[in-house]
């Protein structure tokens, strides 16, 4: 069974930084994308940054310039970190995992969310 466990989120002033993490527990790290999507308050979530096994990252055009994301395999982690937040970033921040499987279609697994607050 796979479980992510994020940390992280909080409350910061526009203009400032955060990082988050998620670790995923699993047997196996075996994984086709893994990264962040986010849900505004009304909005539908979307992607904010994903990343291959192999480190080919993925990024929303809102972010690209000011969010980074990294892989630690060692650690079966992965980390965003955030700079020059904007107030538009405010929104719950949700680990994703797509598990590759042999001989089975990839399995989805999303983490608990974290509350990302920026202040104008």
């Known amino acids: 069974q796979v479980r992510l466990v994020e940390s992280g989120g909080g409350l910061v002033q526009a203009g400032g930084s955060l990082t988050l993490s998620c670790e995923v527990s699993?047997?196996?790290?075996?994984?086709?994308?893994l990264g962040w999507y986010r849900r505004a308050s009304g909005n539908q979530r979307e992607l904010v940054a994903t990343?291959?096994?192999?480190?080919?990252?993925t990024y929303a055009d809102s972010v690209k310039g000011r969010f980074t994301i990294s892989l630690v395999n060692a650690k079966k982690s992965v980390y965003l970190q955030m700079n020059s937040l904007k107030p538009e970033d405010t929104a719950v921040y949700y680990c994703?995992?797509?598990?590759?499987?042999?001989?089975?279609?990839?399995?989805?697994?999303w983490g608990q969310g974290t509350q990302v607050t920026v202040s104008s």
């Open positions: 994703y995992y797509r598990e590759m499987r042999p001989f089975d279609t990839p399995r989805e697994y």
């Open positions: 699993t047997s196996s790290f075996s994984f086709t994308d």
């Open positions: 990343t291959t096994r192999g480190g080919a990252a």
